[in-house]
C-alpha cells in the first residue's frame, strides 16, 4: 500500500516564475493538506481540500493556490515566485471522520529553491 | 490566533536516559493532539495522537505522552531512549471548532542521542 507520493523531489526555479507540484494520497483517503517547512521550523499550514473543494486556508497570499482532482490526488501552485517562498513543501493526506477528527500522513516533500 | 509551544529546541541525552520533550498550546476549545517525528532523511510520521478519553496515550517504538487539559499541554516522554531516537519531534495542535481541520506545529525539538 503506497503512502503519501509527491513530485517533484527536488526544484529550482527563479524569482517571477511559476511553479506546480503534485501529490498523490494514501489510498483510501479523500482528504489533502498543504505545508511549508522553511528551515530550522515547523511546517506552516497553507490549504486544505476536501471534495475537490478548498476547504480550510492558512494565512498565504493568492498567490498560493491548489486544486484537488476527482481521483484525490493534489496540486499546490505558486505564482510570482519570491526567494523566501524556497522551503520544503509537504503534503498530508487524510480520512476526514464525522467527529472531525482525523490523522494526517506526510509524504517526502519537494524542496523548492527559488534563486 | 492558535499557536504551539515548544520548549527546548536542542535535547542532548546519552543513550539510556529519560526523555521528557515539552508542549504547550493556546487554544481553549476542543482539540486534538500529535507528536511527529523526523527522522534524518525521512519524512514526517505519526508518533502518538490524543482525541479524547484517557489522557495518557502511548504511541510508537515506547513513547507516549500526557494530556493536561488544564495546562495546555501535551508533553513527550520516553523512559529510555536509543541511539536510533536521534530525530526531531514536532508537536500539532488540531482545534476542532472554529479553525478546524488543519495542524498547527511547534518549532520542533532537535534530539541527539548520544552513545
Known amino acids: 500500500d503506497a503512502g503519501v507520493t509527491q513530485s517533484p523531489t527536488h526544484l529550482i526555479k527563479t524569482r517571477g516564475q511559476q511553479v506546480t507540484l503534485r501529490c498523490s494520497p494514501k489510498?483510501?483517503?479523500?482528504?489533502v493538506s498543504w505545508y511549508q517547512q522553511a528551515l530550522g521550523q515547523g511546517p506552516q499550514f497553507i490549504f486544505q481540500?476536501?471534495?475537490?473543494?478548498?476547504?480550510q486556508r492558512g494565512n498565504f497570499p493568492d498567490r498560493f493556490s491548489g486544486h484537488q482532482f476527482p481521483n484525490y490526488s493534489s496540486e499546490l501552485n505558486v505564482n510570482a515566485l519570491l526567494l523566501g517562498d524556497s522551503a520544503l513543501y509537504l503534503c498530508?493526506?487524510?480520512?476526514?471522520?464525522?467527529?472531525?477528527?482525523?490523522?494526517?500522513?506526510f509524504g517526502p516533500g519537494t524542496r523548492l529553491t527559488v534563486t | 490566533a492558535q499557536s504551539v509551544s515548544q520548549h527546548n529546541h536542542h535535547v542532548i541525552l546519552s543513550e539510556a536516559a529519560s526523555l521528557e520533550l515539552g508542549c504547550n498550546y493556546s487554544?481553549?476549545?476542543?482539540?486534538?493532539l500529535f507528536w511527529y517525528v523526523q527522522y534524518p532523511g525521512q519524512h514526517l510520521q505519526l508518533l502518538l495522537k490524543?482525541?479524547?478519553?484517557?489522557?495518557l496515550v502511548k504511541g510508537i517504538k515506547g513513547f507516549e505522552a500526557e494530556f493536561i487539559k488544564s495546562k495546555f499541554s501535551f508533553n513527550l516522554r520516553k523512559p529510555s531512549v536509543q541511539w536510533s531516537d536521534t530525530a526531531e519531534y514536532f508537536c500539532?495542535?488540531?482545534?476542532?471548532?472554529?479553525?478546524?481541520?488543519?495542524?498547527?506545529f511547534g518549532t520542533g525539538t532537535q534530539l541527539k542521542v548520544e552513545l
Open positions: 489510498s483510501g483517503h479523500d482528504t
Open positions: 498530508a493526506s487524510s480520512y476526514t471522520l464525522q467527529t472531525g477528527s482525523y490523522e494526517q500522513y
Open positions: 481540500y476536501y471534495e475537490e473543494e478548498e476547504r
Open positions: 500539532a495542535v488540531n482545534p476542532l471548532t472554529g479553525g478546524g481541520n488543519k495542524l498547527t
Open positions: 487554544y481553549g476549545g476542543t482539540v486534538n
Open positions: 490524543y482525541f479524547s478519553g484517557d489522557p
